[in-house]
């Protein structure tokens, strides 16, 4: 079966620092990945998304970057964390087609800027 | 551009009652999925149940179930003897069929959530 980890589970970082979310997705090869951003009562934001090793397609400008080295890897990242990074960060993995394109979700990773 | 509404911020239902969360969408297309998600405190989202516009037939999933209307582009999810591990926000979401299209259309549109009560 298929999992899917996302660490940090919580990162709190002062703004201006750096920053590094990894996601790492088992029991699939090639599978679509995708970040997302939460904001507390709020919707899900697409952030970034993936369809194979080295392509990111990008939805909305901002101080964040993504980066897929490995098949089965997705890393979120920002030189310099602004107030407004500060949310709830999730990672995804989608099916094929054939199964009704269904997402499947980490754990998320709470990220506070202060 | 395809939109996705959740007119219900809050419901509320009694322990082993029914419940319909509401959601309306707007597009275009004629092939595409909808999803209904869970996000319970702990924050993960769960899929609850998938269904794809092309079948006419409502999708369950145990206690799950939806009221899909294709015409009038309503997607309604209910739940069946509703139990308090029930308790949490449920997302509607849209995604265009991108296999029609040859190119990378890969987003899935949420609602705003409807954040459901279980009362015991």
């Known amino acids: 079966s298929q999992t899917i980890h996302q660490w940090p589970a919580t990162l709190v970082q002062p703004v201006g620092s750096p920053l590094s979310l990894e996601c790492t997705v088992e029991?699939?090869?090639?599978?679509?990945l995708y970040w997302y951003r939460q904001a507390a009562g709020r919707g899900l934001q697409l952030l970034f998304y993936?369809?194979?090793?080295?392509?990111i397609s990008s939805e909305v400008p901002q101080n964040l970057s993504a980066s897929r080295p490995q098949d089965r890897q997705f890393i979120l990242s920002s030189k310099k964390l602004l107030l407004s990074d500060s949310g709830f960060y999730l990672c995804?993995?989608?099916?094929?087609?054939?199964?009704?394109?269904?997402?499947?979700f980490g754990p998320g990773t709470r990220l506070t800027v202060t | 551009a395809q939109t996705v509404t959740q007119s219900q911020p809050e419901m509320s239902v009694q322990e082993a009652e029914t419940v319909t969360l509401s959601c309306t969408y707007d597009?275009?297309?004629?092939?595409?999925?909808l999803f209904w998600y869970k996000q319970p405190p702990s924050r993960q989202m769960i899929l609850v149940i998938r269904?794809?516009?092309?079948?006419?037939q409502n999708a369950t999933e145990n206690r799950f179930s939806v009221n899909f209307q294709k015409a009038a582009k309503s997607f309604s999810l209910k739940i069946s003897d509703s139990q308090l591990g029930d308790a949490a926000m449920y997302f509607c979401?849209?995604?265009?069929?991108?296999?029609?299209?040859?190119?990378?259309?890969?987003?899935?549109?949420f609602g705003t959530g409807t954040l459901l009560a279980v009362q015991p």
């Open positions: 995804a993995w989608e099916k094929t087609a054939a199964l009704g394109y269904e997402q499947y």
């Open positions: 029991g699939t090869s090639n599978p679509n």
């Open positions: 993936s369809v194979g090793i080295g392509q």
């Open positions: 597009t275009s297309e004629s092939d595409y999925y």
């Open positions: 269904q794809e516009a092309y079948k006419q």
């Open positions: 979401a849209y995604r265009k069929n991108p296999s029609n299209y040859g190119g990378a259309t890969n987003k899935l549109i």
